[in-house]
């Protein structure tokens, strides 16, 4: 027998966007939780980032680990299977393309991870500090349906949405394929917007202008490749929007992402503050380990290290867009990168020639004080001097 809370597995309602929904409310709830958990640890991290108050800090995730349970079990324990068989059954109607196997193995993670929410949360909770341990081991099958539940629930509400309803014809086609590359070529086919369909094309709205007309056109493939082609001309977006195929959920850099699992923030000094060690120095050391700190490599990297990191990071998103223009960005962060790390050891040897100068800034360098000095409280003002009277002459 069914119960009354968990429809058949052949109810239509499965496909509803309340599935949807629910998994969309634990999103949101734990954003709230994490961010309020984050504020939390703040408070117990000094002005590097080195946590000082070790049992706040414990405190701080003993609570989130709570608030997620009592989460999952008020927004997403009722409907977790029922909506992993809606986008099962999506899934299995979808054209094939290169995501789809990752896809299904993430369904297949996130039923393991409710299974055994479901195994902890049905097992009596032993007497002292247990239901704590127990939420904590609960943690990373609860933040894998934060960061990943969005796929089953873009396969669960829009599987009647993934087929282009208003093709061209193939004379229509290349006629607004060559109107759209003839507005490119002039610099007038003003790209808006971009997603995948679900076979894995790209799909780019973009304003094609001409005669000082603008028509909204959607384009199939990418745009700085040379086999895009129109597939459709609108009124508006709106109208773009109820015809082309819907957007399937975008891919992410590195498949360990979690945006509620990130480590802990190593020691860092910014750059305003090492630029203030140097402007406060007396000694040629002390502005040459300021430098030296910049360059400094490892955990507690410097500034201009993590720079490069961020180029380099950001070189592998470029080309991870698998697009022209992605490539020809890549390869510039690319170079970048390249040029930072050679001006972080100019730097390096700069500053170590700093400090081997052994020398103190000259004492003719005198400071000025802020605030004047008071007169003292018995001290009578200075009498204003006299103006001088011109002569008087008869």
């Known amino acids: 027998m069914t119960p009354a809370g968990n429809p058949a597995p052949d109810d239509p309602r499965l496909v509803t966007p309340e599935l949807a929904n629910a998994a969309r409310d634990f999103r949101l709830r734990m954003a709230v939780i994490d961010r309020e958990t984050e504020t939390a640890l703040d ?32 927004h997403l324990a009722p409907h977790a299977d029922a909506l992993l068989d809606a986008a099962r059954r999506a899934l299995d109607e979808l054209p094939p393309a290169r995501h ?19 195994r902890a949360l049905d097992r009596p909770a032993a007497p002292g500090p247990q239901p704590s341990a127990q939420r904590s081991a ?7 349906w934060a ?10 509400d829009q599987s009647d949405g993934q087929h282009h309803k208003a093709p061209l014809s193939e004379e229509e086609q290349r006629m607004w394929t060559e109107l759209a590359q003839a507005a490119q070529r002039r610099g007038e086919l003003e790209l808006t917007e971009s997603w995948y369909a679900a076979d894995g094309q790209p799909i ?67 750059l305003q503050e090492l ?33 490069q990191e961020l180029l380099e990071t950001s070189s592998q998103f470029a080309s991870a867009l698998e697009t022209v223009q ?12 390249r040029q930072i790390e050679f001006l972080t050891r100019e730097v390096e040897e700069a500053a170590e020639g700093l400090g081997a100068t052994v020398a103190v800034l000259p004492p003719h360098r005198t400071p000025v004080l802020r605030v004047r000095p008071r007169p003292a409280v018995d001290t009578a003002p200075p009498t204003p001097p006299r103006a001088s009277t011109p002569a008087r002459h008869r």
């Open 138 to 144: 609960l943690w990373p099958h609860l933040t894998a």
């Open 204 to 270: 780019t709205l973009a304003h094609l202008v001409e005669d000082d007309d603008s028509t909204l056109v959607a384009l199939r493939g990418d745009p700085d490749a040379p086999d895009w082609q129109v597939i459709g001309h609108y009124a508006h977006e709106y109208e773009a929007g109820k015809v082309l195929p819907a957007p399937v959920p975008p891919g992410v850099l590195r498949a360990d992402v979690s945006g509620f699992n990130r480590p802990d923030p190593a020691p860092e000094i910014s």
């Open 147 to 156: 960061d990943h539940s969005f796929i089953a629930s873009n396969l669960a």
């Open 326 to 337: 992605g490539r020809q960005v890549a390869a510039r962060l690319s170079a970048l990168g």
């Open 43 to 74: 408070m117990t991290r000094d002005r590097y980032g080195r946590t000082v108050h070790a049992s706040t800090a414990a405190a701080a995730r003993s609570h989130r680990d709570k608030a997620a349970v009592e989460a999952y079990t008020t």
């Open 275 to 307: 630029t203030r060690d140097v402007v406060e120095a007396q000694h040629a050391g002390d502005a040459s380990n300021a430098l030296l700190s910049a360059t400094q490599r490892g955990y507690n990297a410097g500034p201009m290290v993590r720079l």
């Open 100 to 118: 789809l196997a990752g896809w299904r193995a993430l369904l297949d993670g996130l039923a393991a991870s409710a299974t055994e929410i479901r």
